[in-house]
């Protein structure tokens, strides 16, 4: 007669064990699927956690849709994909940079790129602003114009823009050398519903017309741009976007924009005269 050992465990340890096989063998399929975004990409992809982050940050949304279960990691990327995983990578502000981007009253900004109030940075010897220490970031005005008709003889303008730079009146620059700031204006426009010969637009600043930037159209759904470099002494300066008519043409502008930018503000500019003292003349006595 075989004699067994009989082993009787409490019933609470029974249920305890029971309980907790069962709560491991629900969480850890759960788990395992948690940690896979698309169906295509498990473990053994080496970019598995790349993708998992391009996903979680919202640049990448799948390859399938509308199900978006799949990532297709061996297929290319066109351009298209391209440019919607750069928008979504700049809308969303995935990136937590280690430099700062924008400072509003930075005093000492050594990597900031733009800084409303800074007044020196490391990198001021390759920005070309006021002076060697001092950095000033670009000033842009920007304006979109509603629609304008000219029916009638005389002028309109169709759009305008503002910029100030630093009053040159206060630079004390070397003889041959002139306080200067330089300013791109650009601007655009479409005709519509041209009636008679041509339709003439050119760019005006506080004296009036500025030579060489006249521009015609002489036909309907006929399109222009111009763009021109101006020089300034500082201050303030209003640039417009006129439209002229000495006759009695007719026409509707459309789509017109005007656009001002500083791409240098005020500073001496020129090739500065320097005297060096010569020699005594010997005296013959």
């Not at 297929?75 to 928008?87: E, K, L």
Request: charged letters at 15%.
């Amino acid at each position: 007669m075989d004699k067994h050992l009989t082993i009787r465990l409490p019933k609470r340890l029974i249920k305890a064990t029971l309980v907790l096989t069962l709560v491991a063998a629900v969480i850890s399929p759960i788990a395992v699927s948690a940690s896979h975004v698309f169906d295509d990409v498990d473990d053994s992809n080496t970019f598995h956690d790349d993708i998992a982050w391009l996903a979680n940050a919202g640049v990448t949304l799948g390859c399938n849709p509308p199900a978006n279960t799949n990532y297709c990691p061996d297929n290319a990327v066109t351009r298209a994909q391209m440019s919607a995983f750069m928008r979504r990578l700049a809308e969303n502000q995935v990136v937590d940079a280690a430099t700062a981007i924008t400072a509003d009253s930075a005093t000492t900004a050594g990597h900031a790129t733009t800084a409303d109030s800074a007044t020196t940075a490391d990198n001021a010897g390759t920005v070309d602003g006021k002076n060697a220490i001092e950095f000033q970031p670009t000033t842009n005005d920007f304006e979109s114009a509603a629609n304008l008709t000219v029916s009638a003889p005389g002028t309109y303008t169709v759009a305008s823009g503002t910029v100030t730079t630093t009053d040159g009146s206060g630079f004390l620059c070397l003889i041959g050398s002139l306080p200067r700031a330089d300013i791109r204006v650009s601007a655009s426009a479409t005709i519509s519903g041209m009636t008679g010969l041509s339709a003439t637009f050119y760019l005006a600043d506080s004296g009036g017309q500025i030579d060489g930037t006249t521009r015609r159209a002489s036909a309907s759904n006929q399109s222009f741009a111009m763009e021109w470099l101006y020089e300034t002494v500082g201050g303030t300066d209003t640039f417009e976007l006129v439209a002229t008519e000495a006759g009695g043409d007719t026409y509707t502008v459309v789509d017109a924009v005007i656009m001002v930018e500083v791409i240098s503000d005020t500073r001496c500019k020129g090739n500065p005269i320097i005297i060096l003292p010569g020699e005594p003349e010997s005296d013959p006595s």
